[in-house]
């Protein structure tokens, strides 16, 4: 009898929760900005994604970043040479919630942003079940992990509309194939949108940047990024 | 009402597990059997390291493996060419606990053996807090991410005996620090033993098992292998 209380009010929260993240997701499509949740392993390279992405477009759109972690705000302070940047501090959970973005993008006050980049806690796991109210959700795998993690951490890899393969600049030096890693991804999501990068040095930033901008076309046609797994 | 009666009941749940991964590890010390729970970020090498340390344990110790993942048995055949290894399969769960690894441990019938690594999940936070009846933990830090992990993921440097970093070889390519990770963490836990190690090609090793072959005198004298946290 317990537990079937604590069922049923688990559901409540979870069901309020979705619609929040919903209804944030309606209404940042309406005024433009495009929400991208960036999901990966702790030192796969986000935030110098994101601040090489920052520097990147910045002719082209404006972006801002909330940035998660467990404890430090170091990851804020590196990203805001390159962009308006909030850090999220949850204090030992692993993984990011919507009341916390939502609070995040309050105090940011930004809103003429037009790409707004979440940098999700570092963990190729928990975060993959959370909706953040993001439009498009993306996915790191850098090189120096190996090649077989789409299938180990399967859930990652299915939820998101891109992988985005950081530190091909190490790719010299460690036993990993873009090619095979990419076949492995498609097997768990066969629309996998696939991007080879790296920031020591900057390099292939031009398609993914395309990409963004591309999502962001689509939310203002009123179209998803893709399927929502 | 609900919510104390769900309390109630979950700390009876925790409780009990607490007090069977303790049974577990005084069964474990009597036979003369080290556990040792290995913890890392995804991809930091805890496969390559247990292969290779077993092979360099080979004439000194017995060693066998339990090895978790969320999907795929892939590192439990790389580990049998090394050594006797089981794989636990959490089918979406971000860590290990305590029942799974009983259950893997009988199903090893391996009595002899004097050194029992548990590989757990990739996952740099949600492992730190369960307890799997180990003597010792160990947390991986691989140099490709980044020596600011310590200060950002406290909990699985606070709560473990050593550290080892993994890929150093890698080190003339990226931008890691051995003595700023070595000090961040021992901010953290100033008692916390550091290790440098590669697998490509093999080296440090030689420390490392050195200081697992100590631990192993350390429960045959009946002593713990350090301040548990």
Redesign the interface.
């Known amino acids: 009898m317990?537990t079937v209380?604590?069922i049923t009010?688990e559901r409540d929260v979870q069901a309020q929760a979705r619609e929040s993240a919903a209804e944030f997701r309606r209404k940042m499509a309406e005024q433009g900005t495009l929400v991208v949740n960036v999901l990966s392993?702790?030192?796969?390279g986000k935030t110098s994604l994101l601040a090489a992405t920052a520097d990147h477009l910045h002719a082209r759109a404006r972006v801002a970043v909330l940035v998660g972690?467990?404890?430090?705000d170091?990851d804020a302070q590196r990203l805001a040479a390159h962009a308006p940047a909030l850090q999220l501090t949850t204090g030992?959970a692993?993984h990011l919630e919507f009341p916390l973005v939502e609070q995040g993008w309050d105090a940011l006050k930004a809103p003429e942003i037009e790409i707004l980049f979440i940098e999700n806690?570092?963990?190729?796991?928990?975060p993959a079940s959370f909706d953040l109210g993001e439009h498009c959700r993306i996915v790191l795998l850098?090189t120096?992990?190996?090649d077989?993690?789409p299938?180990?951490?399967?859930?990652a890899f299915r939820t998101s509309h891109a992988m985005v393969v950081s530190?091909c600049?190490?790719l010299p030096?460690?036993?990993f194939e873009p090619t095979r890693a990419a076949a492995d991804a498609r097997r768990i999501r066969p629309d996998l949108e696939v991007f080879e990068t790296s920031t020591?040095p900057v390099a292939g930033l031009e398609p993914w940047c395309d990409f963004l901008m591309a999502q962001r076309e689509r939310i203002l046609r009123g179209e998803p990024c893709g399927q929502r797994r």
Chains 1, 2 share one sequence.
């Open positions: 317990t209380r604590v009010v392993s702790p030192g796969a972690d467990i404890a430090t170091r030992g692993c806690i570092g963990n190729l796991v928990c850098s120096t992990e190996g077989d993690k299938a180990k951490y399967p859930k530190k600049d190490l030096y460690v036993p020591r």
